[in-house]
């Protein structure tokens, strides 16, 4: 059974620090990994998504990883800002034997994010 | 249109009250998804559907119906809940095929039971 951890559980950093969220997963057989953000009683919001055969994606501020062999991916935050705070949240999706997902996220419990002026 | 659209937004029930969740998404995707998520935890899987049928449920209650009456669109019935089935309830969809594989997510229904 898939299980993702991710650590820290929560992290406040000044506005303008460079950070780093961290997502471990036990089952190597991923299909994809997907950070999310999830604003307080809203839905969430596709951040990134790294295939099983990448090792990284970007977009703008963001950087994610992926090391498949030893089950991590970390997501990097640039130059962090107030408008960032949220929960992030990592999720993987497992192989099936036909070589496409299952169709289910595996979700880690996420990172609680604030970014104070 | 790359949005995936959930009505209503906020939903309060009796525990013998009928309702119903929409989730419509017009983006050609032809599996959808109901994730349940309870306060201060990551959403769970609920129900998948692919080309219109249901192909996981993960031993979900009686009392939580799904429906899909065609690719766009995704119904979850309710009936007869429990207030512990009180969260909030996101619906998603996904490309077909070996695409990427990456899941769009609806802003969520609010549910509260009484």
């Known amino acids: 059974k898939q299980e993702v951890t991710q650590i820290p559980a929560a992290l406040s950093v000044p506005e303008g620090e460079n950070l780093v969220l961290n997502c471990s997963f036990t089952?190597?057989?991923?299909?994809?990994l997907q950070w999310f953000r999830q604003d307080p009683g809203k839905g969430l919001t596709s951040l990134l998504l790294i295939q099983s055969s990448q090792r990284e994606q970007t977009s703008g501020r963001l950087n994610a990883s992926l090391d498949k062999s030893s089950g991590r991916s970390t997501l990097y935050i640039a130059a962090s800002q107030p408008g960032d705070s949220a929960t992030y949240l990592c999720?993987?999706?497992?192989?099936?034997?036909?070589?496409?997902?299952?169709?289910?996220?595996?979700f880690g419990q996420g990172t609680i994010l604030t970014v104070h002026p | 249109d790359t949005e995936v659209t959930q009505t209503p937004k906020h939903l309060v029930m009796g525990m013998t009250n009928k309702k119903s969740l929409k989730c419509e998404q017009h983006m050609g995707h032809r599996a959808m998804y109901w994730y349940k998520q309870k306060a201060k935890k990551p959403p769970e899987l609920m129900f998948v559907y692919s080309y219109e049928k249901l192909s996981i449920n993960e031993s979900v209650p009686s009392r939580f119906s799904p429906e899909c009456p065609n690719s766009s669109l995704l119904n979850l019935h309710l009936h007869a809940l429990q207030p512990e089935d009180s969260a909030l309830y996101l619906c998603a969809s996904s490309p077909p095929g070996k695409g990427t594989g990456e899941l769009f997510f609806g802003e969520g229904s609010r549910l509260t039971v009484l």
């Open positions: 999720a993987v999706s497992s192989r099936n034997a036909g070589g496409t997902s299952y169709g289910k996220l595996t």
């Open positions: 089952d190597s057989a991923i299909y994809n």
